[in-house]
């Protein structure tokens, strides 16, 4: 079965594409942004999972106040099309970094991320090249092992010594809690709180991430803003988390069914270098809306493999068929550009002008 | 520890940065052209690996017979950089399609795979459109269970059609043996080749696949041509497959370690959107040069974990490390360009013309 705008799609861009759908995009927009105004927390979107300018513009015209960014070159493209006011949440460091991050900062409104004193020292020369402040957060690891200092002692000495190094500011603490982990992440805060009481510095932003952590929102005492990044497209992964439902999914892929070689299989043009290898913990690889019992059981790299044999309807070679991406950042990144509809009318082509910006 | 080279890559590009040494990329192309030619079978590269006209000219000019390519839109940038002999490995399908197929057929040789009669039946429209007749190899699946006729009887049958097809030629059969699956492609390909004898109908191209296959180069009676695409840049996967040593590995990440926020862990600059979620069957996500022990254990979009436990050796934060990715070819489908090295002597920049091209 191919619904009459699949037809539409296929027939216009070919298969694969990405669709999203601008209804539901600025849905999840209002949705979550009134979430955070209910939570008394500021919503500082991450734009990883769109890389659009005008998506982000939407998110600040809701009421977020500024942007995240993982990367610097995600931030120049945010900052070139009028974006003043950017976090870039990760350690940067070495030169050609330190160069780019202080033109950034001599234009812009920029705050970045620090988990240990190496960091921290290559951050005074951007400061230096920006001839302007430039505020830190310390990255803060409540449980998810990542990125942060891992003790709320660390977190107070390496405040201590972004406030006393030339040209940066102390401007608070960043945090990505786990979805379990929020009593703990509470006491590190007060903590660190209390620690750097005792110098005399204040903590401007607390920081918290993650679209499944939405479900946390305002639990923990202190925080300031909230950088939820998947929510405006929402994937299976966030369905599966339960924050979001099948009709928030706001992106997705269609696919032509190519091939039907075995009667409990097929092939969908789509494979690992449309979708990614990138389960998200979840089984199969996506879902097809036409056939939610069908498997996307895997991947060659511009094939789908469907196992159908638990799926009652079976498609035909030449359905167009319409897939809710696992995890829709990582299948984002690899676009060049995503077609808009709403409903049933397509309404135009939006670049993701930060694809491919990985440094 | 960070090599001259790498501090070079980070200083002029920054990390994550992809690298390939082309002393090793012309001995990649050199020595599989040489087993193609000593097996007696046309070498015809799939360019899916390297996405770059550049590079598939210089395999040409070693003594390859055209190229191959997944998609369409791969051949459409091959073409337009004058590249004049294209098989295009894929069931096509659908009007946007034949309508560019059309097209691209007008203008070079291209060559397409079919695995049914509703793509026979579609591929007709493109030969109309290019007013020239378009040749078809039937897909013939030999234990992968991916595309292709499942028995030679239907391989024999879907030939049929096809010669009987207005502007159709049947141009033989193509296939991507399993590694182990040698004995199981002969028998197919001696019954097909036998059936369509009896029709009168000639196979003149007999089509193998796969860079883990040329360990089977010149097994099968009767094959004409080899498409390996990995072996120009190989990666961890062709070296566990054993077609490949280290020193053959052409491409290298070159990323920085960011974090060390505990003593047997450590961040990358490099997560699933640099070197993707793909394992390729193997433990960890590559291998790091500098630290062969230690593992990258997971991935955030841009965090690579490293588990250092069983690491003697450990970097320290700034570091520039090289790793070698699982599966080489979905890292560069995200990349909009490669630095070329030789040596320790940076020589240039390619870019990947035909990333992006999904459809």
């Known amino acids: 079965m191919t619904t009459a705008l699949a037809a539409k799609i296929a027939r216009d861009y070919g298969t694969p594409a990405a669709v999203i759908d601008m209804d539901r995009v600025e849905r999840n927009i209002a949705r979550i942004q009134a979430a955070c105004d209910a939570a008394g927390v500021t919503n500082r979107p991450h734009i990883k999972t769109h890389k659009s300018p005008e998506l982000a513009k939407l998110q600040i015209a809701a009421g977020a106040r500024g942007i995240t960014c993982q990367k610097l070159g995600e931030a120049e493209v945010m900052a070139d099309a009028g974006i003043d006011n950017i976090l870039i949440s990760y350690n940067l460091l070495g030169d050609e970094k330190m160069a780019r991050l202080g033109a950034l900062r001599r234009r812009i409104d920029v705050t970045v991320a ?112 909230h950088r939820p990044g998947t929510y405006i497209y929402n994937d299976r992964m966030q369905v599966a988390a339960g924050v979001a439902t099948w009709d928030d999914c706001a992106l997705q892929i269609y696919a032509t069914v190519v091939s039907r070689a075995g009667p409990d299989r097929g092939i969908l043009d789509a494979g690992s270098k449309t979708l990614t290898a990138d389960t998200g913990g979840l089984d ?40 809710v991406p696992n995890h829709v950042c990582v299948v984002v990144n690899m676009l060049d550009e995503v077609v808009m509809v709403r409903g049933d009318e397509i309404v135009g082509v939006l670049p993701v002008a930060a694809r491919g910006k990985l440094r």
């Open 114 to 225: 620090a988990d240990n004193p190496v960091v921290v020292a290559d951050l005074t020369k951007a400061a230096t090249i920006a001839g302007r402040l430039l505020p830190v957060v310390v990255e803060c690891d409540t449980g998810r092992k990542r990125a942060g200092v891992e003790t709320s002692a660390e977190a107070v000495a390496l405040a201590r010594q972004i406030a006393a190094s030339p040209g940066l500011t102390f401007a608070g603490f960043m945090m990505y809690p786990t979805e379990s982990g929020w009593a703990e992440a509470q006491a590190f805060l007060d903590d660190a709180m209390a620690g750097i009481r005792t110098d005399g510095l204040e903590a401007t932003i607390v920081s918290t991430g993650g679209t499944p952590n939405l479900k946390n929102l305002g639990q923990l005492r202190g925080a300031t803003e």
């Open 284 to 323: 199969g690889y996506g879902l097809i809306l036409e056939h939610p019992e069908a498997k996307i059981a895997r991947f060659a790299e511009e094939h789908g493999f469907l196992d159908l044999s638990r799926s009652n309807t079976r498609p035909n070679i030449g359905d167009v068929v319409r897939i």
